[in-house]
């Protein structure tokens, strides 16, 4: 069983277009993240949910819309891409509270814009 | 937000030898948190330090947790091919919901 999933592995889109990325967590945890690599493998966190309710909003263009309809799912919705928002994209997800602090990803999501 | 410098940026060793890495911050932590990443993979969990001056151990990786709780050490001993791939370090602060990581080293261990 796959903790942390995320669908697609691979989406290669032209610029201009809106796409989204799925993520699920099977762990029971309340808090769920979206964090981007770039090409020099820098990890930038972007949101944070817990509970479905928005925690964190980095400094991330508003093309960016993250969506959490429970508390087990966040997807992420990309408006008009642009080249520079190729990179990878993971999703994570912790218990917040907890003696663990340890957060869970997903394998990522390569992102590629032409 | 948060600063975290991590270093070297990159190692070649060879099999059987030992490694260190290091990470300092500007700003105190209340966990640190050591992540190995494989390609294609997303991180994943080694070591997770709660307390200023803990040290833990997993296997052959060792980690410490600062006394200024600014800074922490992962060691690996006796390095194998498998340990090939970017190790981050991470800080979380008291509430938990803002991880932040270090840049990376990146480990080449030759056979």
């Known amino acids: 069983d796959t903790a942390v999933s995320q669908t697609p592995k691979y989406l290669v889109t032209q610029m201009g277009n809106d796409k989204s990325i799925k993520c699920e967590q099977n762990l029971g945890h309340d808090t769920m993240y979206w964090y981007k690599q770039d090409s020099k493998k820098f990890l930038k966190i972007m949101f944070s949910?817990?509970?479905?309710?928005?925690?964190i909003n980095e400094t991330v263009p508003n093309r960016f819309s993250p969506k959490s309809p429970d508390k087990a799912h966040l997807n992420l919705h990309i408006n008009s891409l642009e080249l520079g928002d190729s990179a990878v994209y993971f999703c994570a997800s912790s218990l917040s509270g907890g003696a663990n602090y340890g957060y869970t990803f997903g394998s990522g999501t390569r992102l590629t814009v032409v | 937000g948060q600063q975290l410098n991590q270093s070297p940026q990159s190692m070649f060793i060879q099999e059987g030898e030992d490694v260190s890495m290091n990470c300092t911050s500007s700003?105190?932590?209340?966990?640190w948190l050591w992540y190995k990443q494989e390609p294609g993979e997303g991180p994943v969990l080694l070591i997770a330090?709660?307390?200023?001056?803990e040290l833990t151990s997993n296997g052959r990786l060792t980690a410490q947790f600062g006394i200024t709780r600014k800074d922490s050490f992962l060691n690996i001993s006796a390095s194998i091919p498998s340990d090939v791939g970017i190790y981050f370090c991470?800080?979380?602060?008291?509430?938990?919901?803002?991880?932040?990581f270090g840049a990376g080293t990146r480990l080449t261990v030759k056979p």
């Open positions: 330090l709660y307390k200023a001056g």
């Open positions: 949910y817990n509970n479905k309710e928005l925690i």
């Open positions: 700003s105190i932590f209340n966990t």
């Open positions: 991470a800080g979380l602060r008291y509430n938990n919901n803002d991880m932040r």
